[in-house]
């Protein structure tokens, strides 16, 4: 084992002295890197009093366990991606709704320009202040995105979508000119630039990715994301959002099963998966993530057809128990609760409620006084 007092040529212990003028060289140049490059340009990693990652909800449990700190890190980048239809949008869209629930500033550059403000109303989005921005131009586009991450002011940043940020000399070129690697190299450039003002700024920045499809690969997956490879390695999330099932009332189609996996997370383990409903008109049904989760975790009865809590009745069959929930807000709110506690994730407890620290007591035990589950 190296020792650090041992002289590297001798084998003798370094003099009290000579450890004192290590020491004090060192305080001098971090005094000079200071001084030339501010207060809090570098420092001791336990100096730090925000070691804890900060995190908000996404606005379904299934998906705040699944990315492990109960919601999306603050400060980070996040990378959604998907089929057309799956459910991209409404994700970023509940995400933006959490955000302005804690009286955060969002913003969203649509560079689709197909944001529909009835749809994000219905999901909870204050469209009277939402700040929304419609590009002309990709370069255009990640300019105002990185004016608002800078300004410090907003919370939450998303760009709807990647493939739709289409460099100016596409746009000015004929139809049939080939522009081969432009996106990616506007997309490394403005990454390289924002990843450190998102950082600093503590600004949650997701962007919306299309998938295509590689030509001539026959084995393994052809799928990939546009805009080059840099949104992968800047991101510290990236979710896979896919449509898995078609929800029917009779005839009638009402919303679709959507799975997410986190296929890429820095910030807790990564490739797990959640699964829930997003009807139509009304989003991410939030009822009906906390009923399945609960009966997951044993914390909600299923006995045949019918829901209970403890010596409360749900109903019978999953829509009555939704409803159920949706009425009695206090008793969802409990069950949320105990399940946050049994995964360990004390942020965002209760509906637009946020507690971003646990107490002390609630960190050596759980409800039911066993110890509690961490990490998931």
Known sequence: MFDITKNTKG??????????????????????????????SIMKLG??????????????????????????PKGRIIEVYGPESSGKTTVALHSIAEVQKL???????????????AYARKLGVDTENL????PDTGEQGLEIAEALVRS??????????????????????????????????????????????????????????????????????PETTTGGRALKFYASVRLDVRRIETLKQGDEMIGNRTRVKVVKNKVAP????????????EGISKYGSLVDVGVNDGIVDKAGSWFSYGDIRLGQGRENAKEFL??????????????????????????????????????????DGSEEKKGD
């Open 131 to 134: 700040i929304v921005s419609q």
């Open 11 to 40: 084998g003798e212990p370094l003099t009290g002295n000579i450890m004192i003028e290590k020491k004090k060289a060192l305080d001098m140049a971090l005094s000079q890197i200071e001084k030339q490059f501010g207060k809090g």
């Open 152 to 221: 410090g002011a907003v919370d939450i940043i998303v760009v709807d979508s990647v493939a739709a940020l289409v460099p100016k000399a596409e746009i000015e070129g004929d139809m049939g000119d080939s522009h081969m690697g432009l996106q990616a190299r506007l997309m490394s450039q403005a990454l390289r630039k924002l990843a450190g003002a998102i950082k600093k700024s503590n600004t949650i920045a997701i962007f919306i990715n299309q998938l295509r499809e590689k030509i001539g690969v026959m084995f393994g997956n």
């Open 326 to 367: 949706r009425e009695n807000p206090e008793v969802a709110e409990e069950i949320e609760r105990r399940i946050r506690e049994k995964h360990g994730l004390m942020g965002n407890i209760g509906y637009g409620e946020v507690k971003n620290e646990k107490k002390p007591s609630e960190e050596k035990k759980s409800q």
């Open 47 to 72: 100096e730090d009093s925000k070691l804890n990652i900060e995190a908000v909800s996404t606005g379904c449990l299934d998906l705040d366990i699944a990315l492990g700190i109960g919601g999306l």
């Open 103 to 117: 009286g955060g500033i969002a913003a969203f550059i649509d560079a689709e320009h197909a944001l529909d403000p």
């Open 270 to 281: 990564p490739f797990k998966q959640a699964e829930f409903d997003i009807m139509y008109g």
